[in-house]
Nanobody, 123 residues
Framework: QVQLVESGGGLVQAGGSLRLSCAAS????????MGWFRQAPGKERECVAA????????SYADSVKGRFTISRDIAKNTVYLQMNSLKPEDTAVYYC????????????????WGQGTQVTVFL
Protein backbone atom coordinates (compact mmCIF):
# COMPACT_ATOMS: atom_id res chain seq x y z
CA GLN A 1 0.00 0.00 0.00
CA VAL A 2 1.03 3.57 -0.65
CA GLN A 3 -0.22 6.51 1.38
CA LEU A 4 -0.37 10.00 -0.10
CA VAL A 5 -1.03 13.18 1.82
CA GLU A 6 -1.57 16.44 -0.06
CA SER A 7 -1.31 19.91 1.40
CA GLY A 8 -1.04 23.49 0.29
CA GLY A 9 -4.43 24.20 -1.22
CA GLY A 10 -6.39 27.31 -0.41
CA LEU A 11 -8.07 30.45 -1.63
CA VAL A 12 -6.10 32.76 -3.91
CA GLN A 13 -6.82 35.73 -6.12
CA ALA A 14 -6.42 35.34 -9.89
CA GLY A 15 -2.82 35.88 -10.88
CA GLY A 16 -1.53 34.55 -7.59
CA SER A 17 0.43 31.43 -6.74
CA LEU A 18 0.14 28.32 -4.62
CA ARG A 19 2.41 25.37 -4.04
CA LEU A 20 0.92 21.96 -3.44
CA SER A 21 2.85 19.20 -1.72
CA CYS A 22 2.27 15.46 -1.76
CA ALA A 23 4.12 13.28 0.72
CA ALA A 24 4.31 9.59 -0.16
CA SER A 25 4.87 6.78 2.32
CA UNK A 26 4.52 3.02 2.49
CA UNK A 27 5.52 0.70 -0.31
CA UNK A 28 6.81 3.30 -2.75
CA UNK A 29 9.63 1.19 -4.19
CA UNK A 30 7.59 0.10 -7.20
CA UNK A 31 6.46 3.58 -8.12
CA UNK A 32 7.01 4.48 -11.77
CA UNK A 33 5.66 8.01 -11.78
CA MET A 34 3.57 10.45 -9.81
CA GLY A 35 0.95 12.77 -11.12
CA TRP A 36 -1.17 15.71 -10.10
CA PHE A 37 -4.80 15.60 -11.16
CA ARG A 38 -7.69 17.94 -10.66
CA GLN A 39 -11.42 17.64 -10.71
CA ALA A 40 -13.83 20.54 -10.92
CA PRO A 41 -17.55 20.11 -10.13
CA GLY A 42 -19.32 18.33 -12.97
CA LYS A 43 -16.10 17.62 -14.85
CA GLU A 44 -13.89 14.61 -15.41
CA ARG A 45 -10.75 14.20 -13.37
CA GLU A 46 -7.82 15.31 -15.52
CA CYS A 47 -4.08 15.07 -15.22
CA VAL A 48 -2.33 18.43 -15.06
CA ALA A 49 1.24 17.23 -14.54
CA ALA A 50 3.29 14.08 -14.07
CA UNK A 51 6.88 13.20 -13.29
CA UNK A 52 8.84 9.99 -13.01
CA UNK A 53 9.74 8.68 -9.58
CA UNK A 54 13.36 9.66 -10.21
CA UNK A 55 12.29 13.21 -10.98
CA UNK A 56 12.56 13.14 -14.74
CA UNK A 57 10.28 13.67 -17.72
CA UNK A 58 8.02 16.39 -16.31
CA SER A 59 4.91 16.62 -18.47
CA TYR A 60 1.97 18.99 -18.44
CA ALA A 61 -1.52 19.43 -19.74
CA ASP A 62 -1.73 22.17 -22.35
CA SER A 63 -3.99 24.20 -20.09
CA VAL A 64 -1.24 24.65 -17.48
CA LYS A 65 1.96 24.68 -19.53
CA GLY A 66 4.14 27.62 -18.68
CA ARG A 67 2.24 28.28 -15.44
CA PHE A 68 2.60 25.08 -13.39
CA THR A 69 5.80 23.26 -12.48
CA ILE A 70 6.00 19.75 -11.07
CA SER A 71 9.06 18.71 -9.11
CA ARG A 72 10.23 15.92 -6.88
CA ASP A 73 12.28 15.82 -3.70
CA ILE A 74 13.64 12.29 -3.64
CA ALA A 75 15.03 12.54 -0.11
CA LYS A 76 11.65 13.61 1.25
CA ASN A 77 9.53 11.32 -0.95
CA THR A 78 7.54 14.39 -1.86
CA VAL A 79 6.19 15.79 -5.10
CA TYR A 80 5.34 19.44 -5.51
CA LEU A 81 3.15 21.40 -7.86
CA GLN A 82 4.05 25.06 -8.12
CA MET A 83 1.11 26.92 -9.60
CA ASN A 84 1.64 30.45 -10.86
CA SER A 85 -0.59 32.89 -12.71
CA LEU A 86 -3.64 31.10 -11.40
CA LYS A 87 -6.95 31.55 -13.16
CA PRO A 88 -10.51 31.00 -11.96
CA GLU A 89 -10.73 27.99 -14.27
CA ASP A 90 -7.97 26.35 -12.21
CA THR A 91 -10.45 26.03 -9.35
CA ALA A 92 -10.78 22.34 -8.49
CA VAL A 93 -9.89 19.66 -5.99
CA TYR A 94 -6.31 18.64 -6.68
CA TYR A 95 -5.15 15.07 -6.12
CA CYS A 96 -1.77 13.45 -6.29
CA UNK A 97 -1.51 9.87 -7.43
CA UNK A 98 0.99 7.07 -7.88
CA UNK A 99 1.54 5.18 -11.13
CA UNK A 100 3.14 1.75 -10.82
CA UNK A 101 2.60 0.62 -14.40
CA UNK A 102 4.01 2.69 -17.25
CA UNK A 103 4.46 6.27 -18.33
CA UNK A 104 1.38 8.26 -19.13
CA UNK A 105 -1.08 10.90 -17.99
CA UNK A 106 -4.16 8.68 -18.21
CA UNK A 107 -5.79 8.37 -14.81
CA UNK A 108 -6.33 4.65 -15.48
CA UNK A 109 -2.58 4.15 -14.98
CA UNK A 110 -2.67 5.54 -11.43
CA UNK A 111 -3.44 3.18 -8.58
CA UNK A 112 -3.12 5.16 -5.36
CA TRP A 113 -4.68 8.52 -4.66
CA GLY A 114 -4.49 11.13 -1.97
CA GLN A 115 -7.52 12.65 -0.32
CA GLY A 116 -7.37 15.84 -2.37
CA THR A 117 -6.87 19.48 -1.54
CA GLN A 118 -9.16 22.30 -2.62
CA VAL A 119 -7.83 25.15 -4.74
CA THR A 120 -10.15 28.10 -5.28
CA VAL A 121 -9.15 31.02 -7.49
CA PHE A 122 -11.30 34.16 -7.38
CA LEU A 123 -11.27 37.34 -9.46
Amino acid sequence: QVQLVESGGGLVQAGGSLRLSCAASGRTASTYAMGWFRQAPGKERECVAAITWSGGRPSYADSVKGRFTISRDIAKNTVYLQMNSLKPEDTAVYYCAVNRRSWGLDKQLYDYWGQGTQVTVFL
